[in-house]
Every structure is written in structure tokens, then in C-alpha cells.
């Protein structure tokens, strides 16, 4: 049974500017899903050669994570990418480097695991940026891997986000947060799995 959770409040363009640098561009627009790519992996590898070139051991681990990760399922045509710094929030560490070659960091989240967002140079890329040790860093690798190796799962979560993006959305970041709902879902059932 296929679970479609819209009870989700969105968030104000206030609080969503808060968290933005620069200025907050609304979406309104359904979102665009892609077929799987296989180019992909190969957009993943060169900005990650980029990344590493550019902070060297700053960077303690980079990955490729999000639907453009998962051979099969549909995307945003936007890889994301996972950055593990020493202290996210030291700013001074990391941001300089990445900005130096094009990198624009365009949100900061200190309340959620000091999360850092930048969009990058060329490639549409999403590189999110956490602190060693975050939960969140486990948590993005389970849901990824899981996705990877669970057809059930990944058609599930595949059908959830088309009926979602069919929606008119003020921001992505609403379509993000409707998912919300499914990708717990699922990570239960990732917890179950290590469980046993």
C-alpha cells in the first residue's frame, strides 16, 4: 500500500529565507523528474575529484547520495553530494576554498546538525555539507544503500515523488519536506533490517 502524506505544514518564505544566503527565488511549478542517468556517477566523480583537489584533507569523506545515487530510480536531474568536514559551523575551515573555485554556499541550518548547502560551479549540484560524527551522515548512507539493493522500496519511494512533483510547489524545498513521511518509512525498515 502506497502511503501519501501531504499533512505536512510548509514552511513560511520567512523561515526559508532565514536559513538562505542571498536571496530566496520561489519555484512555483511542479517539480521535474528524470529518468535514471548513467552519466550521473561519472557528474558525482569529477566534482568529488574537484572538491578533494580543492580542500584536500579538509575533506574527511564525500559521497554520492539522493535519488541521482540509485541506478533505477527517477531524479531531479541535481546530484547530490555528501561533504564530511571536520566542524561544519567553522566556516573559516572550508567555505573560503570551496568559494575560491565556485562554489556558492547558499544555505546555512545551524539548528539541523549545522548543515552547510552549496550549489556548484557548472554542474547542478546539491553538496550538503555536515560535521564528523553527525547521525545524519548515517542516515543519508542507509536510505541510500538501502535504495540500491531494495526494488520494493525503490519503486515505492519512486511513485511517492512522481505523484508529489505533479504538484504546483512554491518552493522544492515544500516537495522535499512532503517526502518526508516515506523516506521514515522506509529508514524504519533499513532499522528493522540491522536489527536482526
Request: net charge neutral; glycine share 4%.
Amino acid at each position: 500500500m502506497m502511503r501519501l502524506e501531504n499533512r505536512f505544514t510548509p514552511r513560511s518564505d520567512e523561515e526559508l529565507q532565514k536559513l538562505t544566503v542571498g536571496e530566496l527565488k520561489p519555484h512555483n511549478a511542479p517539480i521535474t523528474l528524470v529518468e535514471y542517468d548513467p552519466r550521473w556517477p561519472e557528474l558525482f566523480e569529477r566534482e568529488a575529484k574537484r572538491i578533494r583537489s580543492v580542500l584536500g584533507s579538509k575533506a574527511l569523506q564525500i559521497e554520492h547520495v539522493g535519488s541521482t545515487s540509485v541506478p533505477g530510480l527517477c531524479a531531479k536531474p541535481i546530484i547530490d553530494m555528501l561533504l564530511v568536514v571536520e566542524d561544519s559551523a567553522d566556516e573559516p575551515s572550508y567555505v573560503p576554498a570551496l568559494e575560491a573555485a565556485g562554489y556558492r554556499l547558499r544555505i546555512r541550518e545551524p539548528e539541523w546538525f549545522e548543515h552547510r548547502l552549496f550549489k556548484g560551479p557548472d554542474t547542478d549540484i546539491n553538496l550538503h555539507v555536515f560535521s564528523k560524527g553527525t547521525s545524519e551522515i548515517d542516515k543519508m548512507l542507509r536510505f541510500r544503500d538501502w535504495l540500491r539493493s531494495n526494488e520494493s522500496d525503490r519503486d515505492k519511494y519512486a511513485q511517492v515523488k512522481r505523484s508529489l512533483a505533479k504538484n504546483k510547489w512554491r518552493h522544492v524545498q515544500h516537495y522535499a519536506d512532503a517526502k518526508t513521511s516515506i523516506v521514515q518509512e522506509i529508514l524504519a525498515r533499513t532499522n528493522d533490517s540491522n536489527a536482526k
